[in-house]
């Protein structure tokens, strides 16, 4: 069973940062979050991860709270292509993918 | 760098067949995926390959099982389909089984079963 819980789903207006939380109350010490998502009828896409501190890509930040338990993403200026389900995981570095069922998240003009 | 692809992108079976579907890792990855993704669901896990050799397997029965080639290419085959099996299958390559560089997902297998 996955082993993080996000809201079922989400909207957001284009051009707004869209911020997506995920809670991980029993993460383990050496575990990662990992943040995929997955556009319409495409196979999910790798956004971030991290262990302990907050990260920043081209694509998204991740934020992780000082307790591990919760962490946020954060697409910094929504556009409609970022509409999609959003995957937060929870796994170590040679542990398989544990998909729950994600947030749905609409971006709206 | 190439991307994963899979084929066929559609298929149709009839319940009680074999079918196979095969998946190309990105170039460089050496670790192979598959999971299974019914309809409003997140995909499910099915097993990995690391050179060669099946390292995980996830709560699928015997009936569903994988290769990985030399060139890290892989196929999953499933027997004696059944009307459950109809969902989208993925493939995701990654580095040395350990996948801090992030898995790379293949846009998948629509299978159905009828």
């Known amino acids: 069973d996955a082993k993080t819980t996000q809201p079922t789903s989400m909207d957001c207006a284009e051009g707004r940062a869209a911020n997506l939380p995920c809670n991980h109350s029993t993460i383990s010490g050496n575990e990662y979050v990992y943040w995929y998502r997955q556009i319409h009828s495409q196979g999910p896409q790798y956004i971030i991860h991290g262990l302990k501190n907050n990260e920043t890509n081209e694509m998204a930040s991740l934020i992780i709270t000082e307790d591990r338990k919760s962490s946020t993403l954060i697409l910094p200026h929504a556009t409609l292509r970022d509409t999609a389900v959003y995957y937060c995981i929870v796994g170590s570095g040679n542990t398989p993918l544990v998909f729950g069922k994600g947030t749905r998240l609409s971006v709206i003009a | 760098e190439t991307g994963v692809t899979q084929s066929p992108t559609h298929l149709i079976k009839t319940r009680g067949q074999q079918v196979t579907l095969r998946c190309s890792s990105q170039?460089?990855?050496?670790?192979v995926s598959w999971y299974q993704q019914a309809l409003g669901q997140g995909p499910q896990f099915i097993f990995q390959y690391y050179r060669e050799e099946e390292n995980g397997r996830g709560n699928f029965p015997p009936r569903f099982s994988g290769l990985q080639f030399p060139n890290y290419s892989s196929e999953l085959n499933v027997n004696a389909l059944e009307l459950d099996d109809s969902a989208l299958y993925l493939c995701?390559?990654?580095?040395?089984?350990?996948?801090?560089?992030?898995?790379?997902f293949g846009s998948g297998t629509r299978l159905t079963v009828v």
């Open positions: 995701a390559s990654s580095w040395g089984g350990t996948p801090n560089y992030g898995y790379t």
């Open positions: 170039s460089g990855h050496n670790t």
